[in-house]
């Protein structure tokens, strides 16, 4: 035959989905793992792609894993017809293996790969399989839920003989080579602490080692997130890149039930996740991108207000799902609402000084309207920024008929006639100036994606601390994904640690109805040290009555030692004893990188890092670094903490409290004290400068 006529045949039954001409004489058998080479146009890419290499039957899934010293369980299942071009048929069985990298849900499958006409990398014979699998790694999740397994630790691996070496990832699946099945299970590290691991292989004995025919069979999953053929593409899966540097922290490993459901539950539009401090509400926000990245194609967008904890949620998303780093991101909203401006050519001039500079010469031109006898001008700077701008209130009969939920001073009409006369002239100023503040950045990006929707999209938007987003921000993020499944996800105290409350949703157009769940049960606080932090600040006001802030029960019998409270008589004798009590802790054990310092402001912060390098310690700002395993003490300020939990915390002198202006700024300088209290494990100490102590 004709090799012009061969290549055609070849190039029909590869479009046909099959690896090789049907018709053409077999060639003699070649050694497992030599080539049988392209077939193609000269110089063009290869149109399919085939080895002779080791039959299906011949996979011994078991055996690799026995030699790999790791604990499986093998689940018999009825044998699936083998495709009549193939040699070898699907499986026998589904091969459980629990390691310290997570637990692997391995089938073997006869799947090959191959380059297209314009060099793509395709799967063939693996659609059926690899969709399977998904639905058995499904199962593992549901029947390993009780048990508080994070989903993100479950790999499903379909094995091929076929594969040449290399290493793929199909969505969530990996697909590989049997030679490359041992490397695999062990190229994550050491995720899971061995009580965990011995949890789950007692419950997957339990609930697998059974024979299909005998009644046990697994629990049903949820069929919420199928992996569809045509969604995703084979992506070259560098196994290095999946190693983690030592043991995940235990909120990564597993969660709570209340967690567990909140992380896998699917909505039918946007949903909303909120509850009391300490409640593990960032823990969700965290491991829902994680879980919706390894299960739908497409961008997700992680928002966050606190710019320090972008880089603190970006490194642990990176320990916590590293093949799907690529495809998620964070940022603050602002920042954000920047870049997407910057994307169209829309030039924003945002400096700080000026903006303050532009506002007091507003409120000298005005004279402040007699609004300085109410509250200072931080107040009515606050009002403009968070009601009028933060509203995108564009009339004086807006404002008037507005709600001003979080702001304690009353303002009648003629009140807000004078508010909205030191508006203009801020706006004024700010032309005059060429100077846009936050609140006009974000409102300008809503603008501009309402005229023009970004592409490419975001499949999915998570919003963490939406109690310190305007509703102009909400708006925004409800544009990029609208109201489709899964696609807005809106994370919230019930009390916020800055800014003047949370908005209502309706007055967004963002409708949760059916789609809340309300987390009430504070995880990380050890009795004695929340106990104190209530003595000190007490309770937390919160914005709706429905949510109480519920003191826990000790989570375990480390409930943390005494509250330390050093009064000293200067900012010297503090300092030294700051360094000592510091000192006293590493040498009882405490690592120095779940050492927090908070401060109360950006220059403690420099004033505190100069001081613990000066005595050689090392330090690693909130926000640059969030390991406990680089042994640098964290130190940034109250509010770069967000939600995180350290073993031990120091907070210095500098009281917040005493610095605030206005009852307002006094609930929330309250409320962040609270929280950077209680954001201590096991040890806390606070420092108070005072000269006269009573």
Not at 95 to 104: E, K, R, W
Not at 282 to 300: F, K, S
Not at 629 to 653: E, H, M, Q, Y
Request: net charge neutral.
């Amino acid at each position: 035959m004709p090799v012009r006529t061969r290549i055609k045949q070849a190039r029909r039954s590869a479009e046909n989905g099959h690896m090789g001409p049907r018709d053409v004489r077999p060639r003699p058998p070649l050694p497992a793992g030599d080539r049988w080479g392209s077939v193609g146009r000269p110089g063009a890419a290869s149109a399919w792609y085939a080895t002779r290499s080791i039959p299906i039957d011949e996979v011994d899934v078991a055996g690799i894993l026995r030699s790999a010293g790791v604990a499986a369980v093998h689940r018999r299942r009825p044998p699936v017809p083998e495709p009549p071009h193939l040699a070898g048929g699907r499986s026998k069985g589904l091969h459980l293996a629990v390691t310290d990298g997570g637990v692997f849900v391995v089938e073997a499958c006869p799947w090959r790969w191959r380059r297209s006409d314009r060099g793509a990398l395709e799967l063939v014979d693996a659609d059926a399989a690899v969709a399977e699998l998904a639905r058995d790694a499904d199962a593992v999740e549901e029947a390993l839920a009780a048990t508080g397994l994070s989903p993100n630790e479950i790999r499903p691996v379909l094995i091929s003989g076929y594969a040449e070496g290399a290493v793929f990832t199909y969505g969530r699946v990996w697909l590989a080579g049997p030679e490359r099945l041992d490397e695999l299970i062990h190229a994550p590290g050491q995720r899971l602490s061995a009580p965990l691991q011995a949890t789950a292989i007692e419950r997957l004995a339990t609930v697998y080692a059974g024979d299909p025919t005998n009644g046990t069979e697994p629990p049903p999953a949820p069929d919420h997130y199928p992996l569809e053929a045509g969604q995703w593409s084979p992506k070259p899966l560098l196994v290095a890149s999946v190693a983690t540097e030592g043991r995940l922290e235990p909120w990564m490993q597993r969660l709570h039930p209340d967690q567990m459901q909140a992380v896998r539950r699917s909505h039918r539009g946007p949903a909303l996740v909120r509850g009391a401090s300490g409640t593990g509400k960032t823990v969700v926000a965290v491991h829902r991108a994680a879980y919706l990245a390894e299960r739908l194609p497409g961008r997700i967008l992680v928002t966050t207000p606190v710019r320090a904890f972008v880089g603190v949620l970006a490194s642990q998303y990176r320990r916590l799902s590293p093949t799907t780093l690529g495809r998620v991101e964070f940022a603050t909203l602002h920042g954000f609402a920047l870049r997407v401006l910057a994307d169209r050519g829309i030039a924003c001039n945002v400096d700080g000084p000026s903006l303050e500079s532009a506002f007091l010469r507003a409120w000298t031109r005005v004279g402040g309207l007699g609004l300085g006898a109410w509250a200072p001008p931080e107040y009515w700077r606050e009002e403009i920024l968070t009601v009028i701008k933060g509203r995108g209130l564009d009339s004086f009969d807006q404002y008037l008929r507005a709600a001003r939920p979080g702001r304690s001073v009353p303002l009648p009409g003629p009140r807000r006639r004078d508010l909205w006369e030191l508006h203009l002239a801020y706006a004024e100023e700010l032309a005059r100036r060429d100077l846009q503040d936050w609140y006009d950045v974000v409102l300008l990006a809503r603008d501009s994606l309402r005229k023009e929707p970004l592409e490419p999209g975001y499949r999915a938007v998570i919003a963490d601390e939406i109690g310190d987003v305007p509703l102009t921000g909400l708006q925004l993020l409800h544009l990029l994904v609208g109201d489709r499944t899964d696609g807005l996800l809106l994370v919230g105290d019930a009390a916020p640690s800055s800014g003047p409350g949370p908005v209502a949703l309706r007055e967004a157009g963002i409708d949760v109805g059916g789609r809340s769940t309300v987390m009430r049960t504070v995880y990380r606080d050890p009795g004695r040290l929340l106990e104190a932090a209530v003595a000190v600040v007490g309770v937390p006001e919160m914005d709706e009555p429905e949510l109480p802030f519920i003191v826990p029960e000790p989570r375990s019998d480390r409930d943390g030692k005494p509250v330390r409270h050093d009064v000293a008589a200067d900012r010297a004798a503090h300092d030294c004893r700051l360094l000592s009590r510091l000192r006293d802790d590493i040498a009882d054990g405490v690592p120095r990188g779940e050492i927090a310092v908070l401060c109360p402001s950006a220059r403690s912060v420099t004033h505190y890092r100069r001081l613990l390098v000066q005595e050689g310690l090392p330090v690693a700002e909130l926000g640059r670094s969030s390991s406990v395993s680089d042994g640098a003490i964290k130190i940034g300020t109250i509010s770069s903490a967000g939600d995180r939990a350290f073993t031990a915390v120091f907070l210095p002198a500098g009281d917040p409290l005493r610095a605030v202006q206005g009852p307002d700024q006094l609930k929330r300088a309250r409320t962040e004290r609270f929280l950077a209290m209680t954001a201590a494990q096991e040890r806390l100490w606070v420092g108070t400068v005072d000269p006269q102590p009573t």
